[in-house]
Nanobody
């Protein structure tokens, strides 16, 4: 089983930057894909960015050119770098990993970290 713990959220003014971290522990069999989602108040959880099995990184249109994701395997940590933040980016951000065999075999989520962007 995989465990994910996010950190780095907080309050930031518009135009500022934050880097979210997600510590990954545990392991499972199969291929892994990973990325970040967000959930704004009153809305469903939605994609920020994912890394596909091919290695391709897919970003939501709303964050292209502003956010980037990365992974440090030595530290077992994934990151979401957020630049030029706007109030519309206020949300709880979740990291995740999906394990695959021939099809998805497990989804793992962190508890979320809250980002609030003030005007």
């Amino acid at each position: 089983q995989v465990q994910l713990v996010e950190s780095g959220g907080g309050l930031v003014q518009a135009g500022g930057s934050l880097r979210l971290s997600c510590k990954v522990s545990g392991n499972s069999r199969g291929i892994r894909t990973w990325g970040w989602f967000l959930q704004a108040p009153g809305n469903e959880r939605e994609l920020v960015a994912t890394v596909e099995k091919s290695g391709e990184v897919v970003y939501a249109d709303s964050v292209k050119g502003r956010f980037s994701i990365s992974r440090d395997n030595a530290l077992d940590t994934v990151y979401l770098q957020m630049n030029n933040l706007k109030p519309e980016h206020t949300a709880v951000y979740y990291c995740y990993e999906r394990t695959w065999i021939r099809q998805p075999s497990g989804d793992y989520w962190g508890q979320g970290t809250r980002v609030t962007v003030s005007s």
